[in-house]
């Protein structure tokens, strides 16, 4: 995993330079859209947790559907071993949980 990781992350980044090189010397269409779906999906699924959480705890919360779809953010933020825990950045995505998260539920993320 130390050498992977790194690896997608530096082939990630070559692929959004590549598109972005496509888009300003060629102006391709197809490049503009891949470039919006590269970056854009991962967004949407960041910000689709708040809304999940609500859904989760208002109407279903002993499915085990959420834990396993958002599986890779709670790991990030939720594990003291992951490299996230305790950064700002994890603050800030528990934040946008308690933003989200129904107060009649009764439940507390810490």
Not at 1 to 22: E, H, K, Q
Not at 32 to 43: D, E, S, Y
Not at 56 to 81: C, K, T, W
Request: hydrophobic share 50%; charged share 15%.
């Amino acid at each position: 995993m130390t050498i992977l990781l790194p690896t997608l992350a530096g082939a990630f980044s070559a692929l959004c330079v590549w598109l972005a090189v496509r888009i300003v010397n060629r102006r391709e269409r197809w490049a503009k859209w891949t470039l919006a779906g590269v970056v854009g999906l991962p967004v949407l699924y960041v910000a689709s947790f708040g809304p999940a959480i609500y859904i989760h705890y208002m109407y279903s919360p002993e499915q085990e559907f959420f834990y396993q779809a958002y599986a890779p953010i709670l790991g990030l933020v939720d594990n003291p071993e992951a490299p996230l825990y305790g950064t700002w950045t994890a603050n800030l995505i528990w934040c946008y949980v308690e933003f989200w998260r129904p107060y009649d539920s009764g439940y507390r993320w810490r």
